[in-house]
């Protein structure tokens, strides 16, 4: 089984990747969404979404990491597609699932998913230029308004010959609200393919990952809030299916990470990156560590990362 991490817009970067990939358990990594219109884009637009193109496309643990591509031009996105495997990519994503307005709007993401043909048009155009020993991959919504095209869709990127299909197991309209149903991937199991099957959407705990498996029929996962809100469920799980026992981190392990990660290392001129990120996991971690909330206020007003470092540090050794 593999278990991948999500491609998060605007929350699983280039330092989140790393910091979870190196608590570990991940087999491979999505970046966030890079948008294509009607250009080829440079070298330097991928590095800046993917700077583990830099180090054979993998993270500072190991970990591949494949480049998403979103867009609705199918010629567009085979150039693309190819510019970035020639990078380094381990493999091209194709995002049919992002439910915001301003992507949907400019035709792209979850409303493509009304038109299985023209999926089919852009899986086969990317497949046919990115090389074979890499892999094509789609991660799709079970529709948009409703699931009653999941069979077209789920066909429509097999016989495109996509490798691997992520099903997020909602529709657009959905959104993220609970739950996902799981048991409505099952039945699209039953067609011929040839694909990978991924299940995503409500995976937060090791009981939502053995739920999941079984009414989904998939043996490989997607975890994307449930990491950042537990960010060794990966590694829990992994270590599960091992049979081996697990000892779950602690606060002050996770604090070590963040302070250890690479996180407030960035580029002076973004001097409050670390402090908004920061914050922003904090609202995903006091899911798991009811701390974070006492954390999250002590530096809720803390805008330079100085300020935020020396806090988490505080908290970290208070024990």
């Known amino acids: ?130 090389p074979k020993k890499n892999e094509v991959s789609a991660k799709i919504r079970l529709g948009f308004d409703d699931d009653s095209l999941s069979q077209e869709i789920f066909d429509a990127i097999n016989q495109a010959g996509a490798n691997t299909i992520t099903i997020h197991a909602r529709t657009k309209k959905d959104g993220y609200r609970p739950p996902a149903y799981w048991e409505k991937i099952k039945p699209l199991l039953k067609t011929h393919h040839k694909m990978q099957v991924i299940a995503n959407g409500e995976v937060w705990s090791l009981d939502d990952y053995k739920r999941c498996q079984l009414k989904s029929g998939c043996n490989d996962i997607m975890i994307g809030r449930g990491a950042l809100a537990k960010p060794d469920l990966a590694k829990q799980i992994m270590q599960s299916n091992l049979g081996n026992k697990y000892t779950s981190l602690t606060w002050q392990n996770i604090l070590h990470h963040i302070i250890d990660s690479s996180m407030h290392n960035e580029d002076p001129k973004k001097d409050k990156y670390f402090s908004s990120r920061t914050k922003q996991w904090l609202r995903f971690l006091q899911f798991t560590y009811p701390e974070a909330v006492l954390l999250f206020n002590d530096i809720k007003r803390f805008k330079l990362k100085e300020d935020v470092l020396n806090m988490l540090k505080i908290h970290a050794n208070s024990i």
């Open 1 to 130: 089984m593999k278990i991948i991490l999500a491609p998060m817009e605007g929350v699983v970067d280039f330092n989140m990747r790393q910091l979870l990939t190196d608590i570990g358990g991940f087999d491979l990594c999505v970046t966030e969404f890079v948008r294509i219109v009607d250009q080829v884009l440079s070298a330097k637009v991928y590095l800046r979404y993917c700077p583990e193109l830099l180090t054979s496309g993998k993270t500072r643990s190991g970990t591949p990491v494949r480049v998403q591509l979103l867009g609705q031009d199918a010629n567009y996105l085979a150039e693309n597609a190819l510019i970035a495997s020639d990078l380094g990519s381990h493999g091209i994503d194709l995002n049919f699932g992002c439910p915001a307005k301003t992507v949907n709007k400019s035709k792209g993401g979850a409303v493509l998913l009304k038109t299985p043909e023209h999926i089919y048009d852009i899986v086969k155009k990317v497949r046919e230029v990115v």
